[in-house]
């Protein structure tokens, strides 16, 4: 299941993060490409091994983990450091699934990637095409938010960037690895907390009903999670 | 978990099923005993094959089918034909676990017992002792109840009918094999309906939450059923 989650970083923290990055020095995508032919993959990446991919990064998940919308979708239980990109005109990512494990060379963190997050830093306004888009059983989805906002997919997914036809497209885009492995048992967990998270307004967070609701979540999570 | 359902025969099929029984030759109790359990157990029942007991067992299978608590707390996928007994002054049946598979006689049906069963069919001032005493990990329970109502407990329990010392201790008792078989995963599935019940009651079927809790747990139960 494709989520999309608004307003993780706020827009001020986006401006930050641009006049960083759109003074930097990028390098040719294609050395994180794992796989896939450089055909594939066409787009500009800030080193990511770089001092300032590693500050930023470390910027947007301190934002990241602490937003209950974030955590809800991904129950993340490793993650693996930002990587930002930049997509200009006639860039493009063909259709592709992302590598199954990733390895951090700087700090031998290994995960297995089971979702995959695109956290848009360019509004929508500023580029044409570069729509992510997302395969699943069935459907196609196309995604292009906000500067500031997410999406988080399974990153078993097929998906691509289609090409760019105006302006440039800049992102962070990063790798999970869930509490929870398998994905039918994350959806079912988080239409549960949605539940209770339109139920505790209503009903009152004290609500006998809605502490039940909360065992339950809570009693799945144990059931189920890897940590 | 130890589950009582009250009301699942009323008065007058207690009193028909009591009458039944009393027109019936019983025999002694240990011909559906295992080998650990036939040195402890000392009381009568009603042949599994004869007339009496098929009839009552059929019976005792419709009052559970119309019993939304019972298929709730159960998610029964085979139950054994409901066997009937009966301890006079003096009889018992001492601590044991009751056999993990059990055959249906004269079918190729295999029962793995999940949860037992007793229905109480007398009135507690109807005797004294005869209590099922219950050890689980929190300790020992007791349980004596209304003729009519009956207990659902893990069949992983170890259990005891106290000696009865006056007037007769009639019941039912059977096994099921539950869709769910981990007790933990079951008691969960309980919790949640029970809850879906209660704010259903209390918002209306139709409302968004409970349709959407309603999903979850179709979606819990397609996860982990066993059919």
């Known amino acids: 299941m494709l989520i999309c989650v608004p307003d993780v970083l706020s827009k001020e923290t986006v401006a930050q993060f641009r006049s960083v990055m759109d003074a930097a020095e990028w390098e040719d995508g294609a050395s994180t490409a794992g796989a896939q032919p450089p055909s594939v993959k066409s787009n500009e990446q800030l080193p990511p091994n770089g001092e300032l991919s590693r500050r930023l990064g470390e910027r947007l998940l301190q934002a990241i983990v602490s937003h209950p919308g974030f955590v809800a979708a991904a129950i993340p239980l490793r993650i693996y450091p930002p990587m930002f990109n930049r997509y200009r005109v006639g860039h493009r990512f063909g259709v592709h699934v992302d590598n199954a494990v990733r390895g951090d060379a700087l700090t031998g963190v290994r995960i297995r990637a089971d979702l995959a997050v695109t956290v848009f830093l360019s509004e929508p306004e500023e580029y044409d095409g570069g729509e992510l888009v997302v395969d699943d059983a069935y459907d196609s989805h196309q995604v292009k938010l906000p500067a500031g906002a997410l999406a988080v997919y399974p990153a078993s997914d097929l998906h691509m960037i289609s090409p760019v036809t105006r302006g440039a497209r800049v992102a962070s885009f990063f790798w999970v690895q869930s509490m929870i492995r398998q994905e039918s048992v994350r959806d079912v967990i988080y239409d549960l907390d949605a539940a209770i998270q339109q139920l505790a307004p209503r009903l009152g967070g004290d609500d006998e009903d809605v502490m039940k609701l909360g065992g339950v979540y809570h009693n799945l999570i144990r059931h189920w999670s890897e940590v | ?227």
């Open chain 2, 1 to 227: 978990m130890l589950i009582c359902i009250p009301d699942v025969l009323d008065a007058r099929q207690v009193a028909y099923f009591r009458d039944v029984m009393s027109q019936t030759v019983w025999e002694d109790g240990r011909t559906t005993a295992g080998s650990q359990s036939s040195l402890v157990k000392n009381n009568l029942q009603l042949p599994q094959d004869g007339a009496a007991a098929r009839e009552l067992g059929d019976l005792v299978l419709d009052a559970l089918a119309a019993c939304p608590t019972f298929v709730s707390a159960a998610l029964p996928l085979r139950i054994f034909p409901p066997l009937f007994n009966r301890y006079g002054a003096g009889h018992d049946f001492g601590l044991h676990v009751d056999n993990a598979i059990r055959g249906v006689p004269r079918t190729s049906v295999r029962i793995r017992t999940d949860l037992s069963v007793t229905l109480f069919l007398a009135d507690p001032d109807e005797y004294d002792g005869g209590e099922l005493v219950i050890e689980d990990h929190y300790g020992a329970q007791e349980v004596k109840l209304p003729a009519g109502h009956l207990v659902l407990y893990p069949s992983t329990s170890l259990h005891l009918v106290r000696e009865v010392t006056r007037g007769e201790r009639v019941a039912s008792f059977f096994w099921l094999q539950s869709m769910i078989r981990d007790n933990v995963v079951r008691s969960l599935l309980f919790d949640l309906d029970q809850t879906i019940q209660g704010l259903t009651e209390r918002l209306g079927a139709g409302d968004p939450a409970c349709v959407k809790l309603t999903g979850v747990y179709h979606n819990l139960i397609r996860i982990w059923a066993e059919a």
